[in-house]
């Protein structure tokens, strides 16, 4: 080629080159934390995310699932997000409640303890942690509930004074403090180890979901599952706005349009979880009981024992929040 056709040639490329870059961004590999195992509802409604985001965007966006905490432990993940060592994870949302106690709005027994009320609470506290999270460049993408949390025990629970001195696994700072109120003794325990701190005898019960329980196959380890609905708590997938702020307008629009359909997809599962994952407990051995007035009288004193905290901590923003999901 001569000089200057070869020239005009590389000009031309190039600018080919850049128009295409401007307008499908880099290709891009996302590695994605995520504390539950594979099988868990939650994991299976972000595997579909995954494959959503790479079809919509023709194959520039992959998102690359690490399960089960092996990439980052859970209490690790979010700062991993935070410090842009992984542009995206989800997490357990009141493991944030230490910064501030708006993220443990979901986990304060008996504030909300059924869908309906999930969703209305989810409405108050998602502008409230917007804010907090674009503060540390983060964006939440979508959040889902767990279904209501139930009692785990190797003997009937009739009352509060039953739950004395149990060895309790707990999950975060709030169900740690509810377990101390009712005067059991809690441990913090993360989902894949719960089989194992069972069989050691490091733990003796829990509060969590059907889906958690039976997932962990329970019935080795417990005899009742007292259906107390305590509350929903709820897990977030956020992403780093840096890494977001890479990808092109349009690449950025299919995480977004994805991101609202796991959100819906994630709450119907949630549903149909409570159901099927109780009956497995159920099949399996577990007794199923209704809890009695005592029981639950006694818990939802402690339970506002606790929300009298919370708000105080909470402050104006938690006055908010709760005027909101109250209106
Ligand atoms: N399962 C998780 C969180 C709440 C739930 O239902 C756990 O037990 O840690």
């Known amino acids: 080629m001569k000089s200057s056709i070869r020239k005009f040639y590389l000009a031309f490329v190039c600018l080919l080159g850049i128009c295409s870059l401007s307008v499908t961004g880099f290709a891009a590999t996302w590695d994605m934390p995520t504390p539950y195992p594979d099988k868990t509802f939650h994991t299976v409604n ?6 959503d985001v790479e079809k919509a965007t023709g194959g520039n966006l992959k998102i690359k699932i690490h399960s089960a905490g092996s990439l980052f432990k859970h209490p690790e993940i979010s700062k991993a997000v935070r410090g842009g060592q ?3 994870g989800e997490f357990f949302l009141s493991l944030l409640s230490n910064e501030n106690a708006v993220f443990g709005a979901d986990s304060q ?3 909300a303890t059924n869908y309906k009320e999930a969703r209305k609470l989810w409405s108050a506290q998602k502008p409230v942690i917007t804010k907090l999270l674009a503060k540390q460049n983060l964006m939440p993408l979508f959040s889902v509930p767990w279904p209501p949390q139930g009692l785990y025990t190797k003997k009937p629970i009739n009352s509060v004074e039953d739950l004395k001195g149990i060895k309790f696994r707990a999950y975060n700072a709030t169900l740690e403090k509810f377990a101390n109120l009712v005067g059991a003794a809690p441990t ?3 989902v894949p180890d719960i089989p194992q701190a069972f069989a050691t005898g490091r733990v003796e019960a829990m509060i969590t979901s059907p889906s958690t329980g039976a997932n962990s196959k329970a019935w080795d380890f417990i005899t009742h599952y007292t259906d107390i609905q305590a509350w929903l708590p709820k897990n977030i997938v956020v992403v780093n706005k840096r890494a977001f702020r890479k990808l092109s307008k349009s690449d950025q629009q299919a995480v977004i349009t994805a991101a609202a359909a796991a959100e819906k997809r994630g709450w119907k599962m949630s549903m149909q979880e409570t159901t099927t994952k109780t009956a497995i407990l159920k099949k ?3 007794t199923i009981v209704t809890p009695s007035k005592e029981l639950m009288d006694g818990l939802k004193q402690v339970g506002a024992e606790m929300l009298k905290d919370w708000k ?3 402050g104006a923003e938690g006055a908010g929040l709760l005027k909101a999901y109250n209106n």
Do not use: D, R, T, W
């Not at 972000?46 to 494959?51: L, N």
């Open 46 to 51: 972000i595997i579909q995310f995954a494959q």
């Open 86 to 88: 992984v542009p995206i």
């Open 109 to 111: 027994p008996f504030l």
């Open 188 to 190: 913090q325990v993360e």
């Open 284 to 286: 399996n051995g577990v």
């Open 312 to 314: 105080k901590k909470a």
